[in-house]
């Protein structure tokens, strides 16, 4: 098949095409047709936001037919010459010397028309809404933050590795994950290991995090991150969710919080300066259409010093702030979603990493300080998101694990590959997870995390 040329390297006078035959591909957003006998299509092919204008008058005996039955939606092949244009908002157009009708679309029942569509629309039609403006600039930006992620990563000497999607341990503890089984329901095991008979004879389920086993390789490699789908079973229906997810967390030997936290800040940085430097069209189009303070946002995060808070400072600073919070704040609590935007944009104005939570508040795995009370975790806050990533140093005293599972009701039987990791050369570790989908929220402002997913999971719903 002959192939196009990809239309965001046509614009600007400096791309070298003007004045030269090119081919493009692409889907119809909008036809005009002139009384002159001109049509006017805007053609786009997901390479960018812009759309290309092309050319095509009906002097040309070969339009007759063709011409009448171009319609938005269809898409097409288009070859002619392309050159500077007189028109506002375009650098260039094609004036079309041949259209090949690759697959048309009929406009009493295409759904995208040109207007706005709501994000609710959309997901009715989830397999056309990558077509839409706000759709398609959340994936190219999903993408280069994805590519990001490993870029930064790799830079700084990291290994990537794939931890398994089923797994044997729940690492938060928290009870939400999806089971993984061959058994019929209708028919469970009469007696015995109720296992017995199941595909991996044991209970299996969808990782909640990679994290127990980037462990593995962090405490072998030393510097490890995994970037891949995790699953949590959690009933919320909220525009914070997801059933499934997509996480980085990198897992570091010889790293205390410090470090850690150091780590994380670079990292948000990094990802806030490559929206702003390889993403302008884009991040344009969301301060325009979505989010008017993203863009300020973003040059907060890369250039502003991050606050380091302990948890402790940031309940007494919110309870004696005077601000009505719809849920109570008190030392011991999860912080929620409004707690921490008034950190961040009401009291730093700057993003700000809470350290140091009270040990009854996180898992098993996490450094105990010398208080007792508290562990070595950390939280990565940003203005107009809240929580963007979660870590901690781990645990990596023996004796010191093996109370901390005592405590939280979790067998060491059930781990001991875990425990092992600690009796044979343990050192000081750390590590964090970063949320894909939050990330994307935070660098374009899209509300719902169910716009900056392909193909979202939550409760009732699992298209595709």
């Known amino acids: 098949m002959e192939k196009g040329i990809r239309i965001a390297d046509l614009f600007g006078t400096e791309s070298g095409f003007v004045g030269k035959k090119v081919v493009v591909q692409g889907w119809v957003r909008t036809k005009r047709d002139s009384k002159a006998g001109i049509s006017f299509i805007e053609l786009n092919d997901g390479s960018c936001l812009r759309s290309l204008q092309v050319i095509a008058g009906l002097e040309r005996p070969e339009y007759a037919e063709v011409l009448p039955k171009i319609t938005t939606g269809s898409s097409l092949l288009v070859e002619g010459e392309l050159t500077s244009s007189p028109g506002k908002g375009q650098s260039v157009e094609?004036?079309?010397?041949?259209?090949?009708?690759?697959?048309?679309?009929?406009?009493?029942?295409?759904?995208?028309?040109?207007?706005?569509?709501?994000?609710?629309?959309?997901?009715?039609?989830?397999?056309?809404?990558?077509?839409?403006?706000?759709?398609?600039?959340?994936?190219?930006?999903?993408?280069?933050?994805?590519?990001?992620?490993?870029?930064?990563?790799?830079e700084r000497g990291f290994h990537y590795i794939n931890t398994p999607i089923i797994t044997a341990s729940d690492c938060e503890g928290a009870g939400e994950i999806?089971?993984?089984?061959?058994?019929?329901?209708?028919?469970?095991?009469?007696?015995?290991?109720?296992?017995?008979?199941?595909?991996?004879?044991?209970?299996?389920?969808?990782?909640?995090?990679?994290?127990?086993?980037?462990?593995?390789?962090?405490?072998?490699?030393?510097?490890?991150?995994?970037?891949?789908?995790?699953?949590?079973?959690?009933?919320?229906?909220?525009s914070r969710h997801l059933a499934e997810f997509w996480m980085v967390e990198p897992e570091m030997a010889f790293y205390d919080l410090e470090d850690n936290l150091r780590l994380a800040q670079d990292c948000i940085k990094e990802m806030a300066r490559i929206m702003l430097n390889e993403c302008a069209e884009d991040l344009e189009f969301f301060a325009r259409f979505i989010e008017p303070e993203v863009r300020s946002r973003l040059e907060t995060v890369a250039e502003s010093p991050f606050e380091i808070v302990p948890y402790t400072d940031a309940v007494d600073i919110l309870k004696k702030s005077g601000e009505k919070f719809a849920f109570p704040v008190e030392w011991g609590g999860d912080l929620q979603a409004e707690h921490e935007r008034y950190l961040t944009e009401k009291v730093f104005k700057r993003p700000v990493g809470l350290i140091n939570f009270p040990r009854s508040l996180k898992p098993f795995y996490m450094r105990v300080n010398d208080d007792e009370k508290t562990v070595a975790a950390m939280d990565i806050l940003v203005p107009g998101t809240g929580e963007i990533i979660g870590g901690s140093q781990r645990e990596e005293r023996l004796d010191v694990l093996l109370e901390q599972m005592k405590i939280k009701g979790i067998s060491p039987d059930d781990y001991k590959w875990y425990v092992e990791l600690r009796e044979f050369g343990s050192v000081p570790h750390s590590g964090f997870g970063l949320g894909l989908e939050r990330l994307v929220q935070f660098v374009t402002g899209i509300p719902n995390i169910r716009e900056v997913i392909p193909f979202p999971r939550t409760p009732g719903h699992a298209e595709f």
């Open 178 to 238: 999806f089971r993984v089984t061959t058994l019929d329901p209708a028919q469970p095991p009469a007696d015995g290991n109720p296992y017995e008979s199941d595909f991996f004879a044991r209970p299996a389920f969808l990782t909640v995090s990679g994290q127990l086993q980037a462990e593995i390789y962090a405490l072998a490699l030393g510097l490890v991150y995994t970037f891949g789908p995790t699953f949590r079973a959690e009933n919320s229906n909220t």
């Open 94 to 154: 094609l004036q079309a010397d041949r259209i090949q009708l690759y697959g048309w679309a009929d406009p009493a029942v295409y759904p995208l028309q040109k207007k706005r569509h709501s994000f609710e629309f959309l997901r009715q039609i989830a397999h056309l809404r990558p077509r839409t403006n706000t759709l398609g600039a959340a994936a190219r930006v999903r993408n280069r933050m994805s590519f990001g992620l490993h870029r930064f990563f790799q």
